[in-house]
């Protein structure tokens, strides 16, 4: 700005330095700020995943319940061991967490007994493209998949024995509670499905 004199006031000085440790301290606060943000949507997320996670997979322990009303049974009701037959399959959920379909079980009695004797049980889910199996044994007395006619031997750790699946059914073991209801008491022996 010119003065009273007609010359020219000299220019404020800037201090340079000021001014970029000022843009990289409001480059630092907009970054934090992102990511306080995405932490706040990812957070919850998470803890959501985890939670449902520990909800839905199997543990030794889970009492079972029918799948659907097949089979004599009602969805959601217990599965008792008295109400299989021999040659008779139903599919189970454990109760509580049948959300999760890789948790269906396909049960069979293969033969009369005590408490789990005679009785087996695998994973409903084919392991050639991931159709839910038959719940009734076949003809043959296979369990057999809808989608390829993949068959399984119930009596034989369900090996592979017709169709395109290469891998057979992961196994469960089940135990009966002193009130006679199937439940779970292990781990599936495999990986679900296809692999
Ligand atoms: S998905 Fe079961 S035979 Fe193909």
């Known amino acids: ?8 006031s000299p220019a404020p000085e800037v201090d ?11 480059k630092w606060l907009i970054r934090a700020g992102y990511g306080a943000f995405a932490l706040a949507f990812a957070l919850p997320a998470l803890a959501l995943r985890a939670l449902s996670q520990q909800q839905s997979e199997v543990a030794s322990g889970d009492p079972l319940v029918y799948a659907s009303n097949a089979g004599g049974g009602t969805a959601g ?6 109400d299989l037959a021999v040659g008779d399959g139903i599919q189970a959920f454990p109760q509580g967490k049948d959300d ?22 695998y994973s409903a889910i084919c392991t ?4 839910v199996v038959y719940a009734d044994l076949n003809q043959d007395g296979n369990i057999a998949c809808p989608c390829h006619n993949s068959q399984f031997d119930p009596t ?16 469960i073991e089940l135990s009966v509670t002193p009130e006679g209801i199937i439940s779970v008491a292990g781990r599936f022996s495999g990986p679900i499905g296809p692999s």
């Open 16 to 26: 340079e330095h000021w001014m970029v440790n000022r843009r990289r301290a409001l």
């Open 156 to 171: 034989a750790e369900a090996e592979v024995t017709g169709g395109p699946a290469d891998r057979a059914l992961p196994s």
């Open 77 to 82: 009701q217990p599965v008792m061991a008295s």
């Open 1 to 8: 700005m010119d003065n009273v004199t007609g010359t020219r």
């Open 100 to 121: 999760n379909q890789t948790n269906l079980i396909q049960i069979v009695r293969l033969g009369d007994g005590e408490g789990a004797e005679g009785l087996v049980a």
């Open 128 to 131: 050639h493209l991931g159709c």
